[in-house]
């Protein structure tokens, strides 16, 4: 259709053409007529008005509106679009548009009206004031949102022809504003065209340089990759599989991202390649796993499970890391049509198609659900910046789900560990948490969970919270239950260590504890600048006082008789001793070794092997070491470092970290140097003891390219 009599620039002309010829692909003809008469309407409006660019201003609302009809919306909302800018611009009236094209068409356009007169400022302050516009316009329709953020993807599209301050002052804000928007609604393609935009006019240069490098790169590995995706289409075939299979182009901010945040070289971004399956429903999506993964093996611990449960914003899919060919790592995607209309639509996946599907209405409902809670925090708090705080979080969706052994829900913020798990069920499991099975599996208690993990937190009476939990956990109510455990415990446990030090010296001196007296107590005590008794076994807990100082105290001074360290009065260790018993990290001592100890000041007794190259050069004189024995019932985990030298074929690190698993021992750290015949591997795994270890490093010499493992001390 054209817009006759009207003058306008001919690529405008054909613009709208090309808007109205796709819009009657879904819409009725009644609504296109009504729509080409918003269209002239808004033409003749901003008559007169030209862009920056020069361009009549009528080729911005057409833009909007035809990124608004890709999305199948409805005519109303592309109505709207069409007339977005006429009331601030052109001092057209809501009444006005309300006669010609009905109310609501009039109060959308006047929400997004409203929403730009916001000038958004740097002040958090302002931002916060900000978001509770713009929220409550989207809590009313939207629909406002959507016709937004097409309105702000077209300015950013455009963005060039503004000065280079201006350019990233609304780069920034569609960075930390209008993407994470995108994101929550679940509106993938303009998320991630919103974040590439502004990255590009955050940093040009980094992303001039990105854009080549990757053009270049893509180029060199077009072979590689055409290969693994025929390997997969025939697989998938041969399962009997009807599915299409698509290698997926990485967003460039993405490859930045991961660059950054992981400190990886451009090509380790590069070399991983995205592929994504889509299948005609979820029992396939699983046959499909299967399939995939007996073509190529899976990196462990890298399976998520998208579909059994969605991300907040509706989006499922399952994802998986294989080891492809060459060692490159590949993350597939698997998911049915439906769910990849979601993942590209989300919200506005209800307009695209308009289904009576469970899971459309369940996306509303939930997004419907995420505004109500907002709002609810929105009238709860008065200070903006609180707000904003709220906002942010829930903006980010960040919670994960796990189960309890019980098959209860619970959920818990991103990064949470076992440790903010054991926590979240019951304080007193906190308090006595020891170690943890995650999906059966014994596992560290820092392990990061992920949706969908079975978590068992295994407990003992006398276990006590750790320290060291501190520099993990995440929410803060296992933060506050630790400090608070470690302001009252810490100073029983040291008193509890000092005293057993002690007693072990006075053994060496052949005095029995129990034989010292009250007054002999409180004397020593004072003569060590010592308030009482107890404070003064905490002090050699701490290594403030040599435990065989204070026993030759106690004995008469003219009998000099040399501590011995030997097996007979040695200090048994329990594992459970918390933050006064320390496991030296040069040779990583485990049940079965035979250990010395050694006070040092403010730490508490440090436990290294006896044969630690590095306590020899630090501790010089064995008169120093105190004899220290394993309990035999100890039942935590240790950590142990070993190297491993192996021939450099696909697959290895998979066998290698699928024997561990075997053995029952955990991955704590992995790190793979040597690009030639042979990889080296150093691991730090978890083991219970030097049998254990023995078990773990037999699976191991099993595999046939493994030529040599050591333990690795000092
Ligand atoms: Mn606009």
Redesign the pocket.
């Known amino acids: 259709m054209r817009a006759q009599g009207l003058p306008d620039s001919p690529a405008a002309l054909d613009e709208a053409e090309l808007l109205f010829n796709e819009l009657s692909g879904y819409l009725k003809p009644a609504d296109i007529s009504q729509l080409q008469n918003a269209y002239l309407f808004s033409q003749s409006a901003h008559s007169g008005q030209f862009r920056k660019s020069g361009e009549p201003y009528i080729s ?2 057409l833009a ?1 509106a035809s990124i608004l009809g890709r999305l199948h919306l409805d005519s109303q909302t592309l109505a709207a679009a069409l007339l ?2 006429v009331m601030e611009d052109t001092h057209v009236s809501k009444a006005e548009i309300s006669e010609r094209f009905g109310k609501s068409v009039a109060e959308l356009v006047d929400g ?1 009206s409203k929403l ?1 007169k916001i000038e958004f400022q740097t002040q958090a302050d302002a931002q916060a004031e900000n978001f509770r516009k713009m929220l409550l316009a989207m809590s009313q329709d939207v629909r406002v949102i959507l016709i937004k953020l097409a ?1 702000r993807l ?2 950013m599209r455009t963005l060039e022809v503004l000065q280079p301050e201006k350019r990233r002052r609304i780069a920034r804000e569609t960075m930390e504003i209008y993407a994470p928007i995108a994101h929550r609604l679940g509106l993938n393609s303009i998320y991630q065209e919103l974040q590439d935009l502004s990255f590009r006019h955050l940093f040009p240069t980094r992303y001039r340089v990105l854009t080549k490098a990757t053009k270049a790169a893509r180029g060199n590995r077009r072979e590689v990759l055409d290969k693994i995706l025929s390997d997969i289409r025939q697989r998938l075939l041969d399962a009997g599989l009807d599915a299409k299979v698509s290698g997926r182009e990485k967003q460039l901010y993405s490859i930045y991202k991961k660059m950054v945040e992981k400190h990886l070289t451009f090509s380790e971004v590069l070399d991983i390649y995205g592929f994504r399956v889509i299948v005609k429903d979820v029992p396939a999506c699983y046959v499909a796993l299967g399939a995939l993964h007996s073509l190529y093996k899976p990196i462990p611990g890298k399976f998520k499970d998208y579909i059994a449960i969605p991300k907040a914003n509706g989006y499922q899919s399952l994802h998986s890391t294989l080891f492809g060919p060459y060692g490159t790592p590949l993350e597939v995607q698997i998911r049915t049509v439906e769910m990849h209309r979601i993942a590209e639509a989300g919200v506005a996946s209800h307009w695209l198609y308009k289904s009576v599907d469970n899971n459309l209405n369940d996306l509303h409902t939930k997004t419907h659900q995420w505004l109500q809670s907002l709002l609810e925090t929105l009238s709860d708090s008065t200070d903006s910046l609180e707000f904003l705080e709220h906002l942010k979080v829930d903006l980010f969706p960040s919670e994960i789900y796990v189960f309890t052994p019980q098959g209860k829900i619970l959920e818990l913020p991103k990064e949470s560990t076992a440790v903010d798990f054991a926590y979240a069920v019951h304080t007193d499991i906190g308090d006595r948490c020891m170690a943890v099975k995650i999906n059966g599996e014994n596992a560290p208690l820092r392990t990061k969970l992920r949706s969908g993990d079975h978590v068992e937190i295994i407990t003992a009476p006398h276990a006590k919270p750790n320290p060291v939990w501190l520099t993990y956990v995440v929410t803060g109510k296992a933060r506050s239950h630790i400090r608070h455990f470690l302001k009252t415990m810490q100073y029983e446990e040291l008193a509890k260590l000092g005293e057993r030090l002690l007693n072990q010296a006075l053994l060496s001196f052949k005095l029995d504890p129990a034989a010292i007296s009250a007054a002999q107590w409180q004397k020593l005590a004072q003569d060590s600048g010592a308030k009482s008794k107890k404070e003064l076994l905490a002090d050699m807990g701490l290594g403030k006082h040599l435990p065989a100082v204070v026993a030759k105290r106690l004995t008469s001074p003219h009998e000099s008789v040399p501590r011995s360290g030997g097996e007979n009065g040695a200090i048994t260790i329990l594992g459970t001793e918390g933050m006064a018993v320390k496991f030296a990290k040069c040779c990583h001592p485990i049940p079965g070794d035979l250990v010395v100890g050694f006070i040092k000041k403010d730490q508490g007794l440090v436990i290294h092997t006896r044969d630690c190259p590095v306590i020899a050069k630090i501790h010089g004189n064995p008169d120093n070491w105190l004899g220290v024995t394993w309990d035999k019932d100890i039942t935590r985990l240790f950590e142990v470092s070993i190297k491993m030298v192996a021939a450099n074929q696909r697959g290895v690190l998979a066998r290698v970290a699928a024997e561990i698993a075997k053995a029952g021992s955990n991955i704590d750290n992995v790190s793979v140097e040597g690009e030639g015949t042979y990889t080296t591997m150093n691991f730090t795994l978890q083991v219970s003891n030097r049998s254990h270890l023995a078990q773990v490093m037999r699976g191991l010499r099993r595999i046939r390219e493994v030529v040599k493992i050591t333990r690795v001390k000092g």
């Open positions: 911005h609302p909007v977005h800018d997004v730009d309105d077209h300015n």
